[in-house]
Structure formats: structure tokens, C-alpha cells
């Protein structure tokens, strides 16, 4: 029941009975009180009572303290003629329910209640808004933007929400989504990472297929160390050619020939071993990539070390009363060759029989790529026979540096120290660029760091004599081999 007053609503509880009862109730003016006074007259014999607020209660306050209210009245709702239920809250306030009415204008000018919405004052979770925009029906000068409901846009697909500190949940921040992860649905709680054999497109809102990638032969970089390894082969070959052409010269035959052959075939098929790390990994070129430069080189490094063996032999066995003598010739050589190389063999072999080297896929080193390549299996054995390798260079150079000062005609020790200078310069540096590349370049600093240690060995030892034997031929002598003297080979 309302009054005159439009600031105030004065509103009366009765029972179903005295409801019964009432034929009518009035509000009176205001006389004496803030309150106005309430006339009710029941249907029997037109009985009149009237109410008014007593003023005196407001003003003791140890009155209203006292006043209790019954622990049925605290909570309860009353239900009206058309069955809707009216909800009272903890502090007696109504927590009605309301719609949300879309007014709409047909066309013939009369108007059409639409409901597009409610507002549920008694949910559990408190105030529950719900509107469907998409019944909304605008008028046709409507041109305005909405207005946004929340204090940020929509996160789109690729980010996900930051919830701000001390603020309402629909308040938040778009986080992009981390390296490797995405978001495929709009204000997502969280980013999500791909399937392994996926990738993160460029907005992270979709995952992709990673592409295959390998050291190619139609890529710059396979082309480049093809034609660097094809180079030196055909250099080799040609040094090789000219020892064969002059195998009788002074030159050619110091030293032992037979381990310039040897050493000159070993690096040549050093060279060749390069191209089993290019291509498309398979089992046979994964379990001969390894095994076969291991074996190939240390060949190589045991021809160079039975080379200065020899050198120091000589020079020990030209003393007058030497019992060295016995030792010079192809024996001592050969038993080197084959003793270092054997370790070699051995080492190896275990190595297939243990954990063999077989085709891999790296899908975490390169991102948006699978990368194809030779898993070593042992990376023991790997290690145990590049180790083994640099101990031999190791001694080589080692007795090289104690010769390097020996007359003329055994210098090559001066050669063979240099050599093995920038061939443990190389394999020392291998290590850790090996280590700090990742995917199909790890396999180009290896063919890399065999071609320039092949080169430095071909260069350092066996083209100096070629220069002698095309370019300086009046020292391709038996006389100048065996002058006595600092300078010269």
C-alpha cells in the first residue's frame, strides 16, 4: 500500500483470516508524526480501528534493544495470486525477481513486450543477471556502440586472462601465451601446449604440424660442404697421383713411402666419409658415420706417429756403435699402423655391440622443426673414440716437438709438429662447438672439423714435398737429403 508521499512506502502484514475480515484500509494524512496514521474498517458492521506509529518507542532506545524479533519471521517469503514468490534477505530488504522487457515497434505502430533478460535477486551465488543480446531488437537510428559490461575487452584465441589483484573477476589483463603454447577459444583461463609433432602458429591460437629438416644436398649449406669435400679430394688425389708419378725421387722415397700412401688414402677416404652425415639419415649410414671416420682417422694419425717414430729412429741409429739399426725398416712402422688402428677397430666395435648408432628424430632443439639425424647411441663410446683418436695426436705431437730440431735431412719432424698443432687445434675446438649446436648443424661442424684436419695434415706434411718435386726439382736429391743443416727439408 502506497501513500501520497512518493519518498515513502508504508506496507502491513496481516493474517489470512483478518484479510477475511477487511472490507477496506485508508491512509490518513499525517497529523503529530512521521507516520501516517491507518484507518481499517471490516466488512461486519462497518467497524473502524485506526493505527499510529507511538513516538515515544523511537525515542528509548533501551526499548528498541529489547525488541526481538521471532525466529520464524527472520526468514520467510510469501507467495501472491499469481503463485510468484517475493524473497526477503538477512536485512528484510525484497529480493525480488525482475525482467528485462525489449519494448519493440512493429510495424503497424502498436508496441510488443519482449523479454530479453532477468534479474534473480534470491541465487544462491547472489545477484544473477542474465540477458540474451541476441533477442535485443534495435531501433533502426540506433547507430550508437554498445556499451562494454566489463572493464576489459574479450581475451582473443592466443591469449589467455591475468586476473588483477584486488579487483572484480571481470576485471583482468591478456597475457600472450608462452613459446610453445596456445589458447584456441576466446577469455581462455589458461594456455595449453601442442602435441610434440606440433608447433605454435605465428598468433598462437592454433597448433600446426612441424615440418622435417635434415642436412640436404640441395640446401647452401650441404651444397657448400660438398663441393669444400669434393675440392679435397681432388686435391688428394693429385698429390697422390704426383707420390705415384715420382715414387722414385729422393723425396718420395724418405721416410717410407709406403705410409705416405697410406697416409695419403686415409685422408682421402676421411674426405669421402662426409658424405654419409649428408642426407636423410638411414640405419646403414647411421652405424658407418661414426665407425668409419673413427677408424679411418686414426689411420691417418698412426700413419703421421710412425712417421716421426721412424724419423727419431733414423737419427738415433746414424750414431757410430747404435744398436737402433735393427729396428729401422718397414716392421716398426707397420706394427704401429696396425697396433694404434687395432684399438681403434676395437673400440668400435664394442660400440656396435653395445649400443649401436641408429636413425633419430629430434622434435625439441629447433622449434617448428623435426630434425633427422643419427642418434650416437653411446654417447660413452662416442666420446671414448674421439678421445682415443686425440690421444694419438697427442703422443704424436708430442715426439714431433722433441725431433722439430734435428739436422736437415730427418727435418720432417718440424712438419709433422705443425700438423699436429692444427690437428688437435681442430678436435679441441670441435668439442665444444659440437656441444653448443643443435639439429643438422651439429653434423655440419663435424664434417667441418674432418675436412679441416685432413687439410691440415695433406697441407702441413705431404704438399711441401709436391713443391719440391713440380717447382723446386734441383733439391730432389740424395746430396740435399743428406746435408746436415737447420733450414731446409
Not at 689411420?299 to 712417421?307: D, F, I, N, T, Y
Not at 756403435?321 to 673400440?347: D, E, P, T, Y
Not at 651439429?442 to 713443391?467: D, E, H, T, W
Request: with cysteine.
Amino acid at each position: 500500500m502506497v501513500n501520497d508521499q512518493p519518498y515513502r512506502i508504508d506496507m502491513m502484514w496481516m493474517s489470512v483470516d483478518l484479510t477475511l475480515k477487511t472490507r477496506k484500509i485508508e491512509i490518513l494524512p499525517k497529523t503529530f508524526s512521521d507516520h501516517n496514521p491507518l484507518l481499517w474498517i471490516s466488512k461486519q458492521g462497518g467497524k473502524q480501528r485506526r493505527w499510529r506509529l507511538n513516538e515515544d518507542l523511537l525515542d528509548d532506545q533501551e526499548i528498541i534493544n529489547k525488541i526481538q524479533l521471532h525466529p520464524f519471521l527472520r526468514n520467510f517469503h510469501s507467495y501472491s495470486n499469481s503463485t510468484e514468490i517475493t524473497y526477503f534477505d538477512e536485512n528484510r530488504d525484497m529480493a525480488v525477481d525482475f525482467d528485462i522487457v525489449n519494448w519493440v515497434v512493429a510495424p503497424n505502430q502498436s508496441f510488443i513486450r519482449v523479454k530479453v533478460g532477468s534479474v534473480e535477486g534470491h541465487a544462491a551465488a547472489g545477484i544473477k543477471f542474465t540477458i540474451d543480446q541476441d533477442v535485443i531488437v534495435w531501433p533502426r537510428w540506433f547507430n550508437e556502440t554498445l556499451p562494454p559490461s566489463r572493464c576489459t575487452e574479450s581475451c582473443l584465441p592466443g591469449y589467455a586472462k591475468l586476473k588483477r589483484e584486488k579487483e572484480p573477476r571481470c576485471c583482468y589483463d591478456c597475457s600472450p601465451c608462452m613459446e610453445g603454447t596456445i589458447s584456441t577459444q576466446e577469455d581462455a583461463s589458461h594456455c595449453h601446449k601442442c602435441p610434440e609433432d606440433q608447433h605454435p602458429n605465428k598468433i598462437r591460437n592454433q597448433c600446426v604440424p612441424k615440418h622435417f629438416t635434415f642436412l640436404s644436398y640441395e640446401e647452401p649449406l650441404g651444397i657448400i660442404l660438398n663441393v669444400l669435400t669434393i675440392f679435397f679430394i681432388l686435391v688428394t688425389s693429385f698429390v697422390l697421383g704426383i707420390f705415384i708419378k715420382y715414387l722414385e725421387t729422393p723425396v718420395v722415397k724418405a721416410n717410407n713411402r709406403d705410409l705416405s700412401y697410406l697416409l695419403l688414402v686415409s685422408l682421402m677416404l676421411s674426405s669421402l666419409s662426409s658424405f654419409l652425415f649428408i642426407g636423410e639419415p638411414q640405419k646403414v649410414t647411421c652405424l658407418l658415420q661414426q665407425t668409419a671416420f673413427s677408424i679411418v682417422f686414426s689411420v691417418a694419425v698412426s700413419s703421421v706417429l710412425a712417421k716421426t717414430v721412424t724419423v727419431v729412429m733414423a737419427f738415433m741409429a746414424s750414431r757410430p756403435g747404435s744398436r737402433m739399426r735393427k729396428w729401422l725398416g718397414k716392421s716398426l712402422a707397420n706394427a704401429i699402423v696396425f697396433s694404434c688402428s687395432g684399438i681403434q677397430v676395437g673400440i668400435c666395435t664394442l660400440w656396435l655391440g653395445i649400443s649401436p648408432p641408429f636413425p633419430d628424430s629430434d622434435m625439441h632443439s629447433q622449434p617448428g622443426e623435426i630434425v633427422l639425424q643419427c642418434n650416437v647411441g653411446s654417447v660413452t663410446m662416442f666420446y671414448a673414440a674421439l678421445g682415443y683418436m686425440g690421444f694419438l695426436a697427442t703422443i704424436c705431437f708430442t715426439v714431433a716437438f722433441l725431433a722439430r730440431k734435428l739436422p736437415g735431412a730427418f727435418n720432417e719432424a718440424k712438419l709433422i709438429t705443425f700438423s699436429m698443432l692444427v690437428f688437435c687445434s681442430v678436435w679441441v675446438s670441435f668439442v665444444p662447438s659440437y656441444l653448443s649446436t643443435k639439429g643438422k648443424y651439429m653434423v655440419a661442424v663435424q664434417i667441418f672439423s674432418i675436412l679441416a684436419s685432413s687439410l691440415g695434415l695433406l697441407g702441413c706434411i705431404l704438399l711441401p714435398k709436391c713443391y719440391i718435386i713440380i717447382l723446386r726439382p734441383q733439391l730432389n736429391t740424395k746430396e740435399h737429403l743428406m746435408l746436415k743443416q737447420d733450414g731446409g727439408i
